[in-house]
């Protein structure tokens, strides 16, 4: 059973760039049907999608979020990343890692998230 | 872009009341449409994809119908693990988007 795990700092400072690893377990991330990806929800609010990364390198992201934003994958170490720079207090969220269905277009597992705080 | 519009924000029902969560797209997105079911402190869940097809393992009593603008997420009869916040998210084309959310509360 496919299984992803969110990993990194809790607390930034404004201006910094927020870097998380997702880490994945049970299966493959070399399927071509699938493509890996980050979501975010600040506290008591909806969901936002960042962005999609297949492991050829094609890359999707969040025209809102795409200067600050780069997805990467490393599929010999079974993790895929997330850099946000210059981040601000309004990117404070909780972080989820989720595998993405290329035909389904769906995202589905999730990790269970990783809490960020961007505070001086 | 998409923008994915969800109704009501907030719906309050007792256990056995049938709920409807509708969704609507600003513009036709066929059937690639996804529900996903949230509990507090928890990631969220996929639940129905492709407007109308259950994720394994969803009870029976879910439902999701649906084409092109509107779509409706139905709880036939509802139960207590069924409280919950349910987001909609369309699959039509990047940027990917999903709707506010409706909280399904006592």
């Known amino acids: 059973q496919l299984q992803l795990q969110e990993s990194g700092p809790g607390l930034l400072r404004p201006s910094e760039t927020l870097s998380l690893t997702c880490s994945v377990s049970?299966?493959?991330?070399?399927?071509?049907?699938?493509?890996w990806g980050w979501i975010r929800q600040p506290p008591g609010k909806g969901l936002e999608w960042i962005g999609i990364?297949?492991?050829?390198?094609?890359?999707y992201y969040n025209p809102s979020l795409k200067s600050r934003v780069t997805i990467s994958v490393d599929t010999s170490k079974r993790q895929f990343f997330l850099d946000l720079s210059s981040v601000t207090a309004t990117d404070t969220a909780i972080y989820y890692c989720?595998?993405?269905?290329?035909?389904?277009?769906?995202?589905?597992?999730w990790g269970q998230g990783a809490f960020v705080s961007v505070s001086s | 872009d998409i923008q994915m519009t969800q109704s009501p924000s907030s719906v309050s029902a007792s256990v056995g009341d049938r709920v409807t969560i509708t969704c609507r797209a600003s513009q036709t997105i066929g059937s690639f449409l996804a529900w996903y079911q949230q509990k507090p402190g928890e990631a969220p869940k996929l639940f129905v994809y492709s407007a109308s097809n259950l994720q394994g393992g969803v009870p029976s009593r879910f439902s999701g119908s649906g084409y092109g603008t509107d779509f409706t997420l139905t709880i036939s009869s509802l139960q207590p693990e069924d409280f919950a916040t349910y987001y909609c998210?369309?699959?039509?084309?990047?940027?990917?988007?999903f709707g506010q959310g409706t909280k399904v509360e006592i």
């Open positions: 049970g299966d493959s991330m070399g399927d071509s049907d699938y493509h």
């Open positions: 998210q369309q699959a039509m084309s990047f940027p990917l988007a």
């Open positions: 990364m297949h492991y050829s390198g094609s890359a």
């Open positions: 989720a595998r993405y269905g290329t035909s389904s277009g769906c995202f589905d597992p």
